[in-house]
Protein backbone atom coordinates (compact mmCIF):
# COMPACT_ATOMS: atom_id res chain seq x y z
CA UNK A 1 0.00 0.00 0.00
CA UNK A 2 1.41 3.31 -0.89
CA UNK A 3 0.93 6.16 1.61
CA UNK A 4 2.48 8.96 -0.73
CA UNK A 5 0.76 12.18 0.00
CA UNK A 6 -1.95 10.54 2.13
CA UNK A 7 -2.69 12.75 5.24
CA UNK A 8 -2.74 12.13 8.83
CA UNK A 9 -3.84 14.18 12.00
CA UNK A 10 -1.48 13.70 14.97
CA UNK A 11 -2.42 14.47 18.20
CA UNK A 12 0.70 14.08 20.67
CA UNK A 13 1.65 15.93 24.24
CA UNK A 14 5.01 15.15 24.67
CA UNK A 15 7.47 17.56 22.36
CA UNK A 16 9.89 15.01 21.65
CA UNK A 17 7.47 12.18 21.02
CA UNK A 18 6.08 13.67 18.77
CA UNK A 19 8.86 15.23 17.11
CA UNK A 20 9.87 11.58 16.39
CA UNK A 21 6.42 10.50 14.88
CA UNK A 22 7.18 13.01 12.34
CA UNK A 23 9.66 12.06 11.07
CA UNK A 24 8.69 8.42 11.41
CA UNK A 25 5.84 9.36 9.23
CA UNK A 26 7.53 11.28 6.96
CA UNK A 27 10.17 8.34 6.30
CA UNK A 28 6.91 6.54 5.74
CA UNK A 29 5.86 9.05 3.27
CA UNK A 30 3.11 10.73 4.76
CA UNK A 31 1.65 13.92 5.26
CA UNK A 32 1.16 15.24 8.39
CA UNK A 33 -1.93 17.39 7.76
CA UNK A 34 -2.65 18.92 11.32
CA UNK A 35 -1.04 18.27 14.74
CA UNK A 36 -2.48 19.35 18.01
CA UNK A 37 -0.58 19.11 21.64
CA UNK A 38 -3.44 20.15 23.44
CA UNK A 39 -6.81 18.72 23.65
CA UNK A 40 -9.16 22.61 22.98
CA UNK A 41 -6.37 22.68 20.24
CA UNK A 42 -6.92 18.71 18.80
CA UNK A 43 -11.36 19.31 19.18
CA UNK A 44 -10.63 22.35 16.60
CA UNK A 45 -8.35 20.68 14.52
CA UNK A 46 -10.47 17.27 14.38
CA UNK A 47 -13.46 19.04 13.22
CA UNK A 48 -11.74 21.87 10.72
CA UNK A 49 -8.86 20.22 8.82
CA UNK A 50 -10.44 18.55 5.60
CA UNK A 51 -9.64 15.52 4.04
CA UNK A 52 -7.44 13.64 6.71
CA UNK A 53 -7.12 9.77 6.20
CA UNK A 54 -6.40 8.68 9.31
CA UNK A 55 -5.26 10.21 13.02
CA UNK A 56 -2.73 8.54 15.56
CA UNK A 57 -4.10 9.78 18.71
CA UNK A 58 -1.84 10.01 22.23
CA UNK A 59 -4.81 8.64 24.81
CA UNK A 60 -3.41 11.03 27.81
CA UNK A 61 -3.07 14.51 27.00
CA UNK A 62 -1.48 16.02 30.65
CA UNK A 63 -4.19 14.71 32.40
CA UNK A 64 -7.12 15.08 30.21
CA UNK A 65 -8.53 11.97 27.59
CA UNK A 66 -8.62 12.20 23.79
CA UNK A 67 -12.25 10.60 23.46
CA UNK A 68 -13.90 14.23 23.05
CA UNK A 69 -11.46 14.27 19.61
CA UNK A 70 -11.91 10.69 18.71
CA UNK A 71 -15.72 10.86 18.90
CA UNK A 72 -15.50 13.97 16.32
CA UNK A 73 -13.13 11.94 13.82
CA UNK A 74 -15.18 8.69 14.31
CA UNK A 75 -18.63 10.87 13.27
CA UNK A 76 -16.78 12.05 10.33
CA UNK A 77 -15.26 8.21 9.44
CA UNK A 78 -11.89 9.04 10.08
CA UNK A 79 -9.62 5.76 10.91
CA UNK A 80 -7.96 5.77 14.36
CA UNK A 81 -4.96 4.55 15.27
CA UNK A 82 -4.51 4.81 19.41
CA UNK A 83 -1.23 5.92 20.99
CA UNK A 84 -0.72 5.29 24.50
CA UNK A 85 1.91 3.79 27.34
CA UNK A 86 -1.18 2.29 28.83
CA UNK A 87 -1.50 -0.28 25.98
CA UNK A 88 -5.22 -1.86 25.33
CA UNK A 89 -5.74 -1.73 28.74
CA UNK A 90 -5.91 2.16 28.97
CA UNK A 91 -8.75 2.26 26.20
CA UNK A 92 -12.27 2.53 27.66
CA UNK A 93 -15.10 -0.80 26.87
CA UNK A 94 -16.43 1.84 23.99
CA UNK A 95 -13.12 1.96 22.27
CA UNK A 96 -11.16 -0.90 22.95
CA UNK A 97 -11.85 -2.65 19.50
CA UNK A 98 -9.87 0.39 18.14
CA UNK A 99 -6.43 -0.36 16.71
CA UNK A 100 -3.73 0.76 18.99
CA UNK A 101 0.24 1.52 19.25
CA UNK A 102 2.30 1.31 22.55
CA UNK A 103 4.59 3.51 23.42
CA UNK A 104 7.45 3.68 22.68
CA UNK A 105 6.51 2.51 19.12
CA UNK A 106 9.39 1.79 16.21
CA UNK A 107 9.20 2.58 12.69
CA UNK A 108 7.72 -0.39 11.13
CA UNK A 109 5.09 -0.67 14.45
CA UNK A 110 3.71 3.00 12.87
CA UNK A 111 3.82 2.09 9.66
CA UNK A 112 2.35 -1.85 10.32
CA UNK A 113 -0.50 -0.70 12.49
CA UNK A 114 -1.51 1.97 9.82
CA UNK A 115 -1.70 -0.55 7.01
CA UNK A 116 -3.51 -2.72 9.42
CA UNK A 117 -5.83 -0.09 9.90
CA UNK A 118 -6.18 1.23 6.36
CA UNK A 119 -6.29 -2.05 5.01
CA UNK A 120 -8.92 -3.13 7.04
CA UNK A 121 -11.39 -0.14 6.62
CA UNK A 122 -11.13 -0.31 2.37
CA UNK B 1 -67.89 -39.91 77.74
CA UNK B 2 -66.63 -40.23 81.55
CA UNK B 3 -65.62 -37.28 83.17
CA UNK B 4 -61.99 -36.79 83.92
CA UNK B 5 -61.04 -35.84 87.18
CA UNK B 6 -58.60 -32.71 86.55
CA UNK B 7 -57.44 -32.61 90.23
CA UNK B 8 -56.46 -36.47 90.42
CA UNK B 9 -54.73 -36.17 87.02
CA UNK B 10 -52.63 -33.59 88.98
CA UNK B 11 -51.73 -35.44 91.72
CA UNK B 12 -51.07 -37.94 89.86
CA UNK B 13 -48.92 -36.07 87.08
CA UNK B 14 -45.15 -37.78 87.39
CA UNK B 15 -43.23 -34.10 87.44
CA UNK B 16 -43.59 -31.64 89.68
CA UNK B 17 -46.36 -29.12 89.29
CA UNK B 18 -47.68 -25.93 91.53
CA UNK B 19 -49.55 -23.49 91.02
CA UNK B 20 -49.81 -19.37 92.64
CA UNK B 21 -51.68 -16.53 92.89
CA UNK B 22 -51.21 -13.40 92.34
CA UNK B 23 -49.72 -12.77 95.67
CA UNK B 24 -47.41 -15.79 94.81
CA UNK B 25 -48.59 -17.49 97.49
CA UNK B 26 -48.89 -21.42 96.94
CA UNK B 27 -52.84 -22.14 95.80
CA UNK B 28 -51.88 -25.58 94.50
CA UNK B 29 -48.78 -28.60 94.53
CA UNK B 30 -48.93 -32.03 93.54
CA UNK B 31 -46.95 -34.96 95.26
CA UNK B 32 -44.29 -34.79 92.89
CA UNK B 33 -43.72 -31.00 93.61
CA UNK B 34 -43.72 -32.02 97.39
CA UNK B 35 -41.38 -34.66 97.10
CA UNK B 36 -39.09 -32.22 95.03
CA UNK B 37 -39.40 -29.64 97.70
CA UNK B 38 -39.13 -31.78 100.75
CA UNK B 39 -42.07 -30.07 102.28
CA UNK B 40 -45.66 -31.49 102.07
CA UNK B 41 -48.36 -29.32 100.84
CA UNK B 42 -50.26 -28.38 104.07
CA UNK B 43 -46.89 -26.63 104.77
CA UNK B 44 -46.78 -24.46 101.42
CA UNK B 45 -50.59 -23.98 101.20
CA UNK B 46 -51.40 -20.12 101.37
CA UNK B 47 -47.53 -19.38 102.01
CA UNK B 48 -45.27 -16.86 99.30
CA UNK B 49 -43.26 -19.02 97.55
CA UNK B 50 -40.27 -16.41 98.42
CA UNK B 51 -40.75 -16.09 101.99
CA UNK B 52 -40.65 -19.97 102.11
CA UNK B 53 -37.73 -20.41 99.95
CA UNK B 54 -35.66 -17.07 100.07
CA UNK B 55 -33.43 -16.51 96.73
CA UNK B 56 -31.84 -13.15 96.80
CA UNK B 57 -29.38 -14.30 93.85
CA UNK B 58 -29.73 -14.39 90.27
CA UNK B 59 -31.90 -17.30 90.56
CA UNK B 60 -34.21 -15.49 92.25
CA UNK B 61 -34.41 -12.71 90.25
CA UNK B 62 -35.17 -14.56 87.14
CA UNK B 63 -38.18 -16.61 88.73
CA UNK B 64 -39.73 -13.58 89.90
CA UNK B 65 -39.35 -11.83 87.01
CA UNK B 66 -40.44 -14.60 84.71
CA UNK B 67 -43.43 -15.03 87.54
CA UNK B 68 -44.46 -11.13 86.99
CA UNK B 69 -43.81 -11.12 82.68
CA UNK B 70 -46.59 -14.00 82.74
CA UNK B 71 -48.83 -12.28 85.27
CA UNK B 72 -48.49 -8.84 83.10
CA UNK B 73 -48.47 -10.21 79.75
CA UNK B 74 -50.81 -13.87 80.37
CA UNK B 75 -48.27 -15.36 78.06
CA UNK B 76 -46.02 -18.36 78.93
CA UNK B 77 -42.88 -18.12 80.54
CA UNK B 78 -40.17 -20.22 80.06
CA UNK B 79 -37.06 -20.74 82.44
CA UNK B 80 -34.97 -23.06 80.17
CA UNK B 81 -32.03 -23.31 83.01
CA UNK B 82 -32.23 -22.16 86.62
CA UNK B 83 -29.73 -23.31 89.80
CA UNK B 84 -32.05 -23.16 92.70
CA UNK B 85 -31.22 -25.10 95.91
CA UNK B 86 -33.36 -26.92 97.69
CA UNK B 87 -32.98 -27.58 101.82
CA UNK B 88 -33.99 -31.42 102.33
CA UNK B 89 -35.90 -32.94 104.75
CA UNK B 90 -33.10 -34.03 106.90
CA UNK B 91 -31.72 -30.47 107.11
CA UNK B 92 -28.90 -30.51 103.99
CA UNK B 93 -29.11 -27.97 101.37
CA UNK B 94 -28.75 -29.60 97.79
CA UNK B 95 -27.68 -27.38 94.81
CA UNK B 96 -30.32 -28.03 91.99
CA UNK B 97 -30.71 -26.77 88.60
CA UNK B 98 -34.00 -26.76 86.77
CA UNK B 99 -35.67 -25.94 83.46
CA UNK B 100 -39.27 -24.47 84.70
CA UNK B 101 -42.42 -23.20 82.52
CA UNK B 102 -45.14 -20.68 83.84
CA UNK B 103 -48.14 -21.22 82.46
CA UNK B 104 -51.09 -18.37 83.03
CA UNK B 105 -54.25 -19.59 84.74
CA UNK B 106 -57.42 -16.79 83.64
CA UNK B 107 -60.29 -16.16 85.69
CA UNK B 108 -63.59 -16.00 83.93
CA UNK B 109 -63.21 -12.40 83.21
CA UNK B 110 -59.78 -13.27 81.12
CA UNK B 111 -57.43 -12.02 83.49
CA UNK B 112 -54.47 -13.75 85.04
CA UNK B 113 -55.58 -15.16 88.40
CA UNK B 114 -52.88 -17.76 88.97
CA UNK B 115 -49.46 -19.20 87.55
CA UNK B 116 -48.72 -22.88 87.18
CA UNK B 117 -45.58 -23.67 87.52
CA UNK B 118 -44.14 -27.28 86.07
CA UNK B 119 -40.42 -28.09 86.66
CA UNK B 120 -37.78 -29.98 85.49
CA UNK B 121 -35.01 -31.43 87.63
CA UNK B 122 -32.50 -31.02 85.21
CA UNK B 123 -29.35 -31.34 87.64
CA UNK B 124 -28.66 -34.97 86.22
CA UNK B 125 -28.10 -33.09 83.12
CA UNK B 126 -25.27 -30.69 84.62
CA UNK B 127 -23.59 -33.10 86.64
CA UNK B 128 -23.11 -35.32 83.76
CA UNK B 129 -22.05 -32.43 81.36
CA UNK B 130 -19.41 -31.89 84.49
CA UNK B 131 -18.27 -35.35 84.24
CA UNK B 132 -17.19 -35.06 80.77
CA UNK B 133 -15.91 -38.44 80.28
CA UNK B 134 -19.58 -39.83 79.91
CA UNK B 135 -20.93 -39.87 76.25
CA UNK B 136 -23.14 -37.66 75.23
CA UNK B 137 -25.31 -40.73 74.18
CA UNK B 138 -26.01 -42.03 78.13
CA UNK B 139 -28.52 -38.67 78.26
CA UNK B 140 -31.95 -39.70 77.64
CA UNK B 141 -33.60 -37.90 74.81
CA UNK B 142 -35.68 -35.69 76.97
CA UNK B 143 -32.79 -34.60 78.82
CA UNK B 144 -31.22 -33.46 75.50
CA UNK B 145 -34.24 -31.54 74.14
CA UNK B 146 -34.26 -29.47 77.53
CA UNK B 147 -30.19 -29.47 76.96
CA UNK B 148 -30.79 -27.65 73.60
CA UNK B 149 -33.42 -25.44 74.63
CA UNK B 150 -30.66 -24.30 77.75
CA UNK B 151 -28.57 -23.76 75.37
CA UNK B 152 -30.19 -21.96 73.03
CA UNK B 153 -32.04 -19.27 75.64
CA UNK B 154 -28.21 -18.93 77.24
CA UNK B 155 -27.15 -18.26 74.42
CA UNK B 156 -30.05 -15.70 72.60
CA UNK B 157 -28.81 -13.27 74.73
CA UNK B 158 -24.96 -14.01 73.99
CA UNK B 159 -25.94 -14.10 70.19
CA UNK B 160 -27.77 -10.96 70.78
CA UNK B 161 -24.41 -9.03 71.85
CA UNK B 162 -22.56 -10.77 69.55
CA UNK B 163 -24.43 -10.11 66.45
CA UNK B 164 -24.80 -6.22 67.84
CA UNK B 165 -21.28 -5.69 68.31
CA UNK B 166 -19.99 -7.81 65.35
CA UNK B 167 -17.43 -6.48 62.97
CA UNK B 168 -19.69 -8.05 59.91
CA UNK B 169 -23.27 -6.21 59.57
CA UNK B 170 -26.15 -7.95 60.30
CA UNK B 171 -30.08 -7.06 60.33
CA UNK B 172 -33.08 -8.80 60.51
CA UNK B 173 -35.93 -7.76 58.27
CA UNK B 174 -39.69 -9.24 59.37
CA UNK B 175 -42.51 -9.37 56.76
CA UNK B 176 -43.30 -9.19 52.91
CA UNK B 177 -42.12 -5.46 53.40
CA UNK B 178 -39.19 -6.00 55.10
CA UNK B 179 -39.33 -3.73 58.33
CA UNK B 180 -36.13 -3.71 60.64
CA UNK B 181 -36.40 -5.67 63.98
CA UNK B 182 -32.71 -5.96 64.71
CA UNK B 183 -29.50 -3.88 62.93
CA UNK B 184 -25.88 -4.28 64.32
CA UNK B 185 -23.83 -1.59 65.33
CA UNK B 186 -21.82 -1.85 62.57
CA UNK B 187 -25.27 -1.85 60.42
CA UNK B 188 -26.28 1.57 61.81
CA UNK B 189 -22.81 3.06 61.31
CA UNK B 190 -22.89 2.00 57.63
CA UNK B 191 -26.68 3.80 57.05
CA UNK B 192 -25.06 6.52 58.67
CA UNK B 193 -26.68 6.07 62.30
CA UNK B 194 -29.82 5.95 61.02
CA UNK B 195 -32.85 4.49 63.41
CA UNK B 196 -34.61 2.58 61.20
CA UNK B 197 -36.29 -0.56 63.64
CA UNK B 198 -40.31 -0.54 63.26
CA UNK B 199 -39.54 1.10 59.43
CA UNK B 200 -39.62 -0.42 56.22
CA UNK B 201 -36.15 -0.43 53.87
CA UNK B 202 -38.21 1.59 51.66
CA UNK B 203 -38.70 3.82 54.19
CA UNK B 204 -35.81 3.72 56.09
CA UNK B 205 -33.30 3.98 53.73
CA UNK B 206 -35.32 5.71 50.63
CA UNK B 207 -31.83 5.97 48.42
CA UNK B 208 -31.82 2.07 47.85
CA UNK B 209 -35.13 1.86 46.11
CA UNK B 210 -34.15 2.84 43.02
CA UNK B 211 -30.86 0.69 42.74
CA UNK B 212 -32.77 -2.40 42.87
CA UNK B 213 -32.32 -4.17 46.23
CA UNK B 214 -35.90 -4.05 47.21
CA UNK B 215 -37.03 -5.57 44.27
CA UNK B 216 -34.17 -8.60 45.04
CA UNK B 217 -35.24 -8.33 49.04
CA UNK B 218 -39.14 -9.42 47.48
CA UNK B 219 -37.33 -12.56 45.41
CA UNK B 220 -35.44 -13.89 48.23
CA UNK B 221 -38.74 -13.33 50.52
CA UNK B 222 -41.19 -14.82 48.16
CA UNK B 223 -38.61 -17.68 46.39
CA UNK B 224 -36.87 -18.12 49.66
CA UNK B 225 -32.97 -18.61 47.86
CA UNK B 226 -30.35 -16.72 49.19
CA UNK B 227 -28.59 -13.64 47.64
CA UNK B 228 -25.25 -12.85 48.03
CA UNK B 229 -23.24 -10.20 46.09
CA UNK B 230 -19.70 -9.55 46.28
CA UNK B 231 -18.54 -5.78 45.84
CA UNK B 232 -21.62 -4.86 44.89
CA UNK B 233 -22.06 -0.96 44.63
CA UNK B 234 -24.28 0.59 46.92
CA UNK B 235 -25.05 4.38 46.76
CA UNK B 236 -26.01 5.09 50.66
CA UNK B 237 -25.92 7.76 52.80
CA UNK B 238 -23.77 6.90 55.42
CA UNK B 239 -23.23 10.37 57.26
CA UNK B 240 -26.50 11.75 58.44
CA UNK B 241 -27.38 14.69 56.23
CA UNK B 242 -25.01 14.05 53.38
CA UNK B 243 -25.62 13.12 49.77
CA UNK B 244 -25.30 9.29 49.12
CA UNK B 245 -22.16 7.79 48.69
CA UNK B 246 -20.22 5.15 46.63
CA UNK B 247 -19.36 2.06 49.45
CA UNK B 248 -18.68 -1.29 48.04
CA UNK B 249 -20.47 -4.46 49.85
CA UNK B 250 -20.21 -8.05 50.00
CA UNK B 251 -23.54 -8.88 51.31
CA UNK B 252 -25.88 -12.16 51.35
CA UNK B 253 -29.93 -11.80 51.81
CA UNK B 254 -31.08 -15.02 53.43
CA UNK B 255 -34.88 -16.25 54.35
CA UNK B 256 -35.75 -16.35 57.54
CA UNK B 257 -37.98 -19.52 58.17
CA UNK B 258 -40.45 -20.17 60.72
CA UNK B 259 -41.23 -23.91 62.54
CA UNK B 260 -43.67 -24.63 59.64
CA UNK B 261 -40.74 -23.55 57.15
CA UNK B 262 -42.57 -20.23 56.37
CA UNK B 263 -40.76 -17.40 55.29
CA UNK B 264 -41.03 -14.73 57.60
CA UNK B 265 -38.57 -12.57 57.25
CA UNK B 266 -34.74 -11.58 55.52
CA UNK B 267 -31.49 -11.91 57.38
CA UNK B 268 -29.26 -9.51 56.33
CA UNK B 269 -25.21 -9.52 56.86
CA UNK B 270 -22.10 -8.28 55.13
CA UNK B 271 -18.69 -6.93 55.39
CA UNK B 272 -18.26 -3.39 54.21
CA UNK B 273 -15.58 -3.21 51.63
CA UNK B 274 -15.49 0.22 50.36
CA UNK B 275 -12.06 0.67 52.19
CA UNK B 276 -10.32 -2.02 50.46
CA UNK B 277 -11.89 -1.59 47.33
CA UNK B 278 -10.63 2.04 47.17
CA UNK B 279 -7.23 0.99 47.82
CA UNK B 280 -7.43 -1.43 45.24
CA UNK B 281 -8.36 1.00 42.59
CA UNK B 282 -5.37 3.46 44.06
CA UNK B 283 -2.85 0.56 43.44
CA UNK B 284 -4.45 -0.33 40.34
CA UNK B 285 -3.83 3.45 38.88
CA UNK B 286 -0.53 4.20 40.63
CA UNK B 287 0.76 1.10 39.10
CA UNK B 288 -1.03 2.21 35.73
CA UNK B 289 0.66 6.08 35.95
CA UNK B 290 3.67 4.62 36.88
CA UNK B 291 4.02 2.51 33.79
CA UNK B 292 2.46 5.17 31.74
CA UNK B 293 5.43 7.51 32.85
CA UNK B 294 7.88 4.79 32.40
CA UNK B 295 6.50 4.23 28.65
CA UNK B 296 6.51 7.61 28.16
CA UNK B 297 9.71 8.56 29.03
CA UNK B 298 11.07 5.73 27.16
CA UNK B 299 9.32 6.82 24.00
CA UNK B 300 11.39 10.78 24.81
CA UNK B 301 14.72 9.20 25.42
CA UNK B 302 13.68 6.96 21.94
CA UNK B 303 13.14 9.92 20.62
CA UNK B 304 16.46 11.85 21.78
CA UNK B 305 18.73 9.33 20.70
CA UNK B 306 17.06 9.01 16.74
CA UNK B 307 17.31 12.68 16.41
CA UNK B 308 20.70 12.69 18.28
CA UNK B 309 21.77 9.87 15.74
CA UNK B 310 20.04 11.19 12.63
CA UNK B 311 22.14 12.50 9.58
CA UNK B 312 25.28 12.52 11.89
CA UNK B 313 28.95 11.74 10.74
CA UNK B 314 30.54 12.54 13.99
CA UNK B 315 29.48 9.43 16.52
CA UNK B 316 31.87 10.41 19.17
CA UNK B 317 30.05 13.84 19.17
CA UNK B 318 27.05 12.36 18.80
CA UNK B 319 27.86 9.82 22.14
CA UNK B 320 28.23 13.14 24.01
CA UNK B 321 25.15 15.29 23.04
CA UNK B 322 22.86 12.19 23.51
CA UNK B 323 24.81 11.29 27.31
CA UNK B 324 23.63 15.09 27.89
CA UNK B 325 20.61 14.79 26.95
CA UNK B 326 19.52 12.16 28.37
CA UNK B 327 21.48 13.39 31.73
CA UNK B 328 19.42 16.57 31.63
CA UNK B 329 16.36 14.61 31.52
CA UNK B 330 17.10 12.83 34.60
CA UNK B 331 18.15 15.54 36.57
CA UNK B 332 14.88 17.40 35.73
CA UNK B 333 13.15 14.08 37.09
CA UNK B 334 15.39 13.88 40.29
CA UNK B 335 14.40 17.63 41.28
CA UNK B 336 10.81 16.37 40.69
CA UNK B 337 11.31 13.22 42.73
CA UNK B 338 12.27 15.13 45.33
CA UNK B 339 9.60 17.33 45.46
CA UNK B 340 7.29 14.02 44.77
CA UNK B 341 6.39 14.82 41.18
CA UNK B 342 5.07 17.86 41.79
CA UNK B 343 6.42 21.20 40.99
CA UNK B 344 10.52 22.50 40.80
CA UNK B 345 11.98 26.17 40.94
CA UNK B 346 13.13 27.64 37.92
CA UNK B 347 16.28 28.69 39.55
CA UNK B 348 17.60 25.30 40.01
CA UNK B 349 16.48 24.44 36.33
CA UNK B 350 18.56 27.15 35.04
CA UNK B 351 21.53 26.50 37.68
CA UNK B 352 21.84 23.06 36.40
CA UNK B 353 22.23 24.13 32.94
CA UNK B 354 24.56 26.61 33.42
CA UNK B 355 26.77 26.25 36.78
CA UNK B 356 29.38 24.85 34.33
CA UNK B 357 30.44 28.27 32.68
CA UNK B 358 32.32 30.91 34.82
CA UNK B 359 30.13 34.13 36.32
CA UNK B 360 32.54 36.07 34.10
CA UNK B 361 30.42 34.49 30.61
CA UNK B 362 27.31 33.51 32.43
CA UNK B 363 24.80 35.74 34.49
CA UNK B 364 21.89 34.43 35.24
CA UNK B 365 19.00 35.43 37.76
CA UNK B 366 15.10 35.90 38.78
CA UNK B 367 12.49 35.41 41.58
CA UNK B 368 11.50 31.98 43.21
CA UNK B 369 8.93 30.35 40.99
CA UNK B 370 7.55 26.95 40.98
CA UNK B 371 6.83 24.88 37.75
CA UNK B 372 4.78 21.76 37.50
CA UNK B 373 6.04 18.37 36.65
CA UNK B 374 5.25 18.68 32.79
CA UNK B 375 7.15 21.89 32.21
CA UNK B 376 10.11 21.36 34.24
CA UNK B 377 10.26 18.37 32.19
CA UNK B 378 9.94 20.61 29.40
CA UNK B 379 12.07 23.48 30.32
CA UNK B 380 14.92 21.65 31.33
CA UNK B 381 14.93 19.69 27.57
CA UNK B 382 14.70 23.70 26.24
CA UNK B 383 17.18 24.95 28.38
CA UNK B 384 19.57 22.06 27.72
CA UNK B 385 19.62 22.75 24.07
CA UNK B 386 19.76 26.27 24.54
CA UNK B 387 22.80 26.30 26.67
CA UNK B 388 24.47 23.33 24.24
CA UNK B 389 23.82 25.25 21.41
CA UNK B 390 25.38 28.31 22.96
CA UNK B 391 28.57 26.24 24.08
CA UNK B 392 28.97 25.06 20.59
CA UNK B 393 27.96 27.37 18.12
CA UNK B 394 27.05 30.46 20.49
CA UNK B 395 28.18 33.01 22.53
CA UNK B 396 29.84 30.35 24.71
CA UNK B 397 31.82 29.19 21.74
CA UNK B 398 34.06 32.03 22.54
CA UNK B 399 35.95 33.04 25.39
CA UNK B 400 34.92 36.54 24.70
CA UNK B 401 30.91 36.05 24.44
CA UNK B 402 28.88 35.97 27.24
CA UNK B 403 25.18 34.87 28.10
CA UNK B 404 22.62 36.15 30.44
CA UNK B 405 19.42 34.30 31.05
CA UNK B 406 16.89 36.58 33.17
CA UNK B 407 13.24 35.37 34.32
CA UNK B 408 10.39 36.85 36.18
CA UNK B 409 6.83 36.49 36.08
CA UNK B 410 4.56 38.95 34.03
CA UNK B 411 1.61 40.96 35.30
CA UNK B 412 -0.23 38.36 33.57
CA UNK B 413 1.18 35.42 35.75
CA UNK B 414 3.30 34.24 32.54
CA UNK B 415 6.54 33.39 32.90
CA UNK B 416 9.05 35.32 30.99
CA UNK B 417 12.59 33.79 30.30
CA UNK B 418 14.75 36.01 28.52
CA UNK B 419 18.36 34.42 26.63
CA UNK B 420 20.44 36.89 25.58
CA UNK B 421 23.64 35.94 23.88
CA UNK B 422 26.27 38.39 23.20
CA UNK B 423 29.87 38.76 21.38
CA UNK B 424 29.13 35.67 20.14
CA UNK B 425 29.78 34.19 16.86
CA UNK B 426 27.33 35.06 14.06
CA UNK B 427 24.21 32.41 14.07
CA UNK B 428 24.66 29.45 10.95
CA UNK B 429 21.83 28.31 9.12
CA UNK B 430 21.95 24.94 10.99
CA UNK B 431 21.81 26.52 14.39
CA UNK B 432 18.53 27.94 13.14
CA UNK B 433 16.71 24.94 11.72
CA UNK B 434 18.55 21.92 13.96
CA UNK B 435 16.85 19.87 16.68
CA UNK B 436 17.62 22.15 18.84
CA UNK B 437 15.64 24.99 17.42
CA UNK B 438 12.62 22.76 16.34
CA UNK B 439 12.22 21.00 20.34
CA UNK B 440 12.15 24.55 21.03
CA UNK B 441 9.22 25.84 18.96
CA UNK B 442 7.30 22.42 19.60
CA UNK B 443 7.79 22.41 23.45
CA UNK B 444 7.22 26.21 24.28
CA UNK B 445 4.28 27.02 21.29
CA UNK B 446 3.04 23.17 21.33
CA UNK B 447 3.19 21.73 24.49
CA UNK B 448 3.16 24.14 26.92
CA UNK B 449 1.05 26.57 24.73
CA UNK B 450 3.52 29.57 25.01
CA UNK B 451 4.78 32.04 22.53
CA UNK B 452 8.73 32.19 21.68
CA UNK B 453 10.45 34.86 19.76
CA UNK B 454 14.14 33.81 18.22
CA UNK B 455 16.19 36.82 16.74
CA UNK B 456 19.18 35.58 15.36
CA UNK B 457 20.85 38.66 15.90
CA UNK B 458 25.19 39.75 14.24
CA UNK B 459 26.46 38.70 17.58
CA UNK B 460 24.43 35.87 18.76
CA UNK B 461 20.97 34.64 19.53
CA UNK B 462 18.17 36.60 21.46
CA UNK B 463 15.24 34.45 22.39
CA UNK B 464 12.34 35.46 24.54
CA UNK B 465 9.95 32.26 26.12
CA UNK B 466 6.57 32.78 27.41
CA UNK B 467 4.78 30.59 29.15
CA UNK B 468 1.18 30.74 30.54
CA UNK B 469 0.29 30.42 33.99
CA UNK B 470 -2.21 27.68 33.12
CA UNK B 471 0.80 25.30 31.75
CA UNK B 472 3.27 25.69 34.49
CA UNK B 473 1.05 26.18 37.14
CA UNK B 474 -1.75 24.04 37.30
CA UNK B 475 -1.47 20.45 38.65
CA UNK B 476 -1.90 17.72 36.25
CA UNK B 477 -4.89 15.58 37.07
CA UNK B 478 -3.63 13.39 40.38
CA UNK B 479 -4.80 10.01 40.72
CA UNK B 480 -6.42 9.49 44.18
Known amino acids: MTSAGRRVFVVEDEALVLINLEDILEQLGWNVAAQAMRLSEAEQLATSVEAIDVAILDVNLGGARVFPVAQILRERG ?22 VIVKPYSQTEVEQALDRLLGASV | MTELDFARIFQALPSPFMILDRELCYVAANPAYEAVVGTPFAQLQGQNLFSLFPNEGEAGVRLRQSFERVLATGEPDTLAYINYPITEADGTVTNRYWTAVHVPLTGPDG ?28 ISAATRLIERTRETEASSAEFRRLFQQAPAFVAVLSGPNHVFTFTSDSYTKLIGGRDVIGQTVAQALPEVIDQGFIEVLDKVYREGHVHA ?8 ENE ?24 TGVFVQGMDRTESVRAVRRQRLMIDELNHRVKNTLATVQSIASQTLRNTSDFAQARRALEARIMALSNAHTMLSDRHWRDAEVGNLVHQELSAFGDEQVDYGGPTLMVNAKTTVALALVLHEMAANAARHGALSVPEGNLSVKWRRDGEGQLVVDWVERNGPTPTEPVRQGFGARLLRMVVTGELGGGLDLNYDQDGLRAQVLIPAAAYAEQEARFD
Open chain 1, 78 to 99: VPILFATGYGRDGLPPEWDDHA
Open chain 2, 111 to 138: TVQHVMQNTVDVTELVRMREATTLPYGS
Open chain 2, 229 to 236: AEGARVML
Open chain 2, 240 to 263: PGRPAEETFLDFSYNPIRDGAGNI
